[in-house]
């Protein structure tokens, strides 16, 4: 069963900008991870994999798959209790968070294994070599594997279905998943931020193969109006997220001025007005910010 918990818990912001808010040749990545009080993350690099037998196995947080032939070096923000991880970074450039929302769809049963919303950061870090790839590899392993899982150490109801922002030097795209259906939005220029609720609406560029079927079997959308993601999977009271208004009004600032860098990005981390810096119940225990040269995607700085 699944636990909705009140707003003041729901944590994680997600953030990345193009020209022309951010400083001309550069994409700015950025996420505050908000988890519950005294839980503990480490900064850890896993090196790089390469001539994996076939049949062979990785154990994820609470189940097995089949590993990929190679993955790639990564540097992850890892909760220790996890196998998957809040955010982090490819050796090519790709960088990954995911936030909680909460959907119409149910929770995958305990009784059946799947992977956990980190779990699929994660892999997306190591299997993908683009933010498209990493995105490709995370819609694969959601449709074949399911998502479900406690997401909280002592507690086993909470539990969520995820969203991403999966970003490199080109493009990033917006991943936001109900069970196993999911819809994709691409971002080239500007901003864009996630929080605890659905934001896609109709600007869909991507998506599952039967999104729209499954939203009129199930009474979410009625085949004749203009198809809204966003509010015809949302769970009731979860569309509307204020602190992801908020964010994007932290992101607005630097629009007209192309001033939004590293610097400008570890600000907004620690806006507590907005409440994208937390403190309480859930509270901010880790953060990320990455700066990816689109001059040469190997020239990519992150903080951790």
């Not at 969203?163 to 936001?176: M, Q, R, T, Y």
């Not at 999104?211 to 979860?238: C, N, P, Q, V």
Request: glycine share 8%.
């Amino acid at each position: 069963m699944r636990k909705t918990p009140p707003f003041v818990l729901r944590g994680c912001d997600t953030f990345v900008a193009f020209p022309p808010t951010s400083s001309q040749g550069f994409v700015i990545f950025g996420k505050n991870s908000d988890r519950p009080m005294g839980e503990k993350q480490s900064i850890r690099r896993y090196p790089p994999t390469s001539n994996n037998p076939p049949g062979m196995m990785v154990q994820c947080t609470y189940k097995s798959i089949p590993q990929a032939p190679y993955t790639h070096a990564v540097l992850l923000s890892q909760i220790d209790w996890m196998w998957g991880v809040e955010m982090g970074a490819n050796q090519c450039g790709v960088v990954i968070g995911n936030e909680a929302v909460w959907t119409h769809e149910p929770i995958q049963s305990d009784e059946e294994p799947a992977l956990l919303g980190m779990d699929l950061v994660r892999l997306g870090l190591e299997r993908g070599d683009t933010a498209e790839n990493a995105m490709n590899v995370i819609t694969f392993l959601l449709e074949e594997h399911g998502q479900g899982g406690a997401c909280a150490e002592n507690d086993s109801s909470f539990t969520y279905h995820n969203s991403f922002l999966i970003a490199d030097s080109k493009e990033a795209w917006i991943l936001e998943t109900a069970d196993r259906h999911w819809a994709a939005e691409r971002i080239v220029e500007g901003s864009r931020n996630i929080s605890n609720g659905l934001t896609i609406r109709d600007k869909i560029d991507r998506s599952s193969s039967n999104l729209k079927e499954h939203a009129i079997e199930r009474g979410y959308w009625d085949g004749k109006s203009t198809f809204d993601f966003a509010a015809s999977y949302s769970d009731d009271g979860s569309l509307s997220d204020g602190r992801q208004v908020c964010g994007a009004k932290l992101l607005q600032k630097h629009e007209s001025k192309s001033s939004l860098d590293y610097k400008a990005m570890m600000e907004i981390l620690r806006d507590h007005d907005s409440g994208v810096c937390m403190h309480g119940g859930f509270e901010t225990t880790a953060s990320m910010v990455s700066e990816l040269s689109q001059e040469n995607k190997e020239q990519c700085r992150h903080w951790l």
